[in-house]
């Protein structure tokens, strides 16, 4: 008896094992089940302008983390830099769901289309790149821009799949800016 229960247990383990592996559980496997869960609702022209801002802002962290990370070998750089990528992927889920152009497609790390961003990128990498204390300076400043923008966004946006990206992404920022405290 204690054999066939030893044995059901490890059956149910590796079933359930099995089956947050393979997405069967109706998890969240990438990000877009949950999204796409919600309706497409009409996207107004703020909403637009919210996406692609954001989308070309999330680069823009992105690319000076993974900068920094290149002159000081940190690893707080490098973790952050991968999470900036996922939320660079929410956003691009959302921009393929609406079928709108995406800002930063084609684009190498240090590159934008708003030319602010450009500016913005060569003047946090060269502030961060004076001492450890301002890169991690310069990544609290970041999400710190992240957390208000994101906040403006939120109010701006009545989508719901938008603003459960966006809350998400906020979220994420405001561990971002303790990790960097």
């Given at each position: ?8 247990t490890?059956i149910l383990?590796v079933l359930?094992t099995s089956?947050?592996?393979f997405g069967?559980n109706n ?6 089940s949950h ?15 919210g996406?692609?801002?954001?989308r070309e802002?999330?680069?823009l962290?992105r690319d000076?983390?993974s ?8 690893r ?15 956003i691009k889920d959302?921009l393929d ?5 995406d800002?930063?497609a084609?684009?190498?790390s240090g590159?934008?289309n708003?030319p602010?961003f450009?500016q913005l990128?060569n003047?946090l ?12 300076k310069?990544?609290a400043?970041?999400e710190?821009?992240d ?6 966004w ?5 989508n719901?799949?938008i603003?459960?990206v966006y809350?998400?992404?906020?979220r ?8 960097f405290?």
């Amino acid at each position: 008896m204690k054999n066939l229960i030893i044995s059901i247990t490890l059956i149910l383990v590796v079933l359930g094992t099995s089956s947050y592996v393979f997405g069967l559980n109706n998890q969240r496997t990438n990000g877009v089940s949950h999204i796409n869960q919600l309706p497409k609702e009409a996207v107004s022209p703020k909403e637009i302008e919210g996406l692609q801002l954001l989308r070309e802002e999330e680069k823009l962290a992105r690319d000076v983390y993974s900068a920094l990370y290149d002159k000081w070998n940190l690893r707080i750089f490098s973790n952050i830099a991968r999470s900036e990528q996922r939320h660079m992927s929410r956003i691009k889920d959302l921009l393929d769901k609406y079928d709108l152009k995406d800002p930063v497609a084609g684009l190498k790390s240090g590159e934008f289309n708003n030319p602010e961003f450009t500016q913005l990128y060569n003047e946090l990498v060269s502030k961060g790149s004076e001492s450890l204390v301002s890169a991690l300076k310069v990544g609290a400043t970041i999400e710190d821009l992240d957390i208000k923008d994101l906040n403006e966004w939120i109010a701006l946006s009545d989508n719901q799949d938008i603003r459960l990206v966006y809350g998400n992404l906020k979220r994420g920022s405001e561990n971002h800016i303790r990790s960097f405290n």
